[in-house]
């Protein structure tokens, strides 16, 4: 079955500004606003053979905070979206490209998504042992591959090594579902010429949480 369609494209858009979102809530309040939505983002990284989009997300319960942030980023008729998500989504797009041109990158980061995969035998996707190593992954093979993403916060939280960790797998869960969107037809073209089609599907999925 091919998932070359408007609703794998929405659901891979909404996993992007999902990440984004809890990136910015806990750069900024230093905690994390929606442990459902950080758990399904974090898992999407494991899931390298999943026979749908949504399989990897598991479900469209997991990517409620995602639709919600595109309603906001797309159809906010005040003009009121939040500026950080839509820099950091941007800031996802470009690494996904740089990644996508490097296959020795992504040999490599398949051998250490592996890696993980064997260490949640023993410790649940939130442990601080598994953060820490998303957090690696990002730092080692994806951070240095584009302009680095800059994230903006309260420099209380930032300095601490937990908020950190978090930051960065969320990160790595941002240019995972990057990769599904290009891998699903997604262009960065469509955001601007089918903002209104996307929007449509986003609350039509919505609508199945």
């Known amino acids: 079955m091919s998932y070359h369609n408007l609703e794998s494209r929405s659901i891979a858009f909404a996993a992007m500004c999902q990440a984004a979102y809890l990136v910015d809530k806990i750069a900024s309040k230093g905690i994390c606003p929606d442990a459902v939505a950080f758990n ?3 898992h999407s990284i494991m899931r390298t053979d999943a ?7 598991g479900g469209h319960e997991s990517l409620k905070l995602g639709y919600q942030t595109v309603i906001t980023q797309l159809d906010n008729e005040n003009g009121s979206r939040n500026l ?9 797009l470009a690494l996904e490209r740089k990644l996508s041109a490097n296959s020795g990158t992504l040999n490599l980061l398949g051998e250490r998504i592996n ?16 953060l820490s190593n998303l957090d690696s992954i ?8 584009g302009p680095k993403i800059q994230v903006n916060g309260n420099p209380t939280y930032l ?9 960065r797998a969320l990160l790595l869960a941002g240019v995972r579902a990057a990769v599904l969107w290009r891998q699903v037809g997604g262009k960065r073209r469509q955001l601007f010429l089918s903002r209104k089609a ?12």
């Open 159 to 167: 300095q601490q090594e937990h908020t950190q960790h978090k930051i």
């Open 115 to 130: 890696q993980v995969n064997r260490q949640l035998a023993t410790f649940e996707i939130d442990d601080n042992s598994v």
């Open 40 to 42: 399904a983002s974090l």
């Open 138 to 145: 990002y730092r080692d093979l994806i951070s240095n591959l």
């Open 84 to 92: 950080q998500v839509t820099k950091y989504v941007a800031g996802l």
């Open 198 to 209: 996307i929007v449509h599907q986003i609350k039509l999925n919505l609508h199945r949480t």
């Open 51 to 57: 026979s749908s989009p949504l399989e990897i997300f």
